[in-house]
């Protein structure tokens, strides 16, 4: 089964994914300039927004009606 991985801060590069058996990775430190991990607001609000994408990304049906 592949792994899809929602991180702080990804320090694996790519190459090493595969090996690591991670199919995905999304990181917050990507999606934001501040820092995220001294702001657990900011990083919620990050988390939801990643959510809706991974969903949209992975082709899930939307729950909203």
Not at 14 to 26: C, F, M, Q, T
Not at 59 to 64: E, F, H, K, M, T
């Amino acid at each position: 089964m592949p792994v899809a991985a929602v991180v702080g801060h990804n320090a694996l590069g790519r190459d090493s994914l595969a090996e690591h058996g991670i199919k995905r990775v999304w990181a917050l430190s990507a999606l934001s300039e501040r820092d995220t991990s001294a702001d657990p607001r900011l990083s919620a609000q990050l988390l939801r927004q990643l959510g809706h994408r991974i969903g949209h990304d992975l082709g899930a049906p939307s729950l909203r009606a």
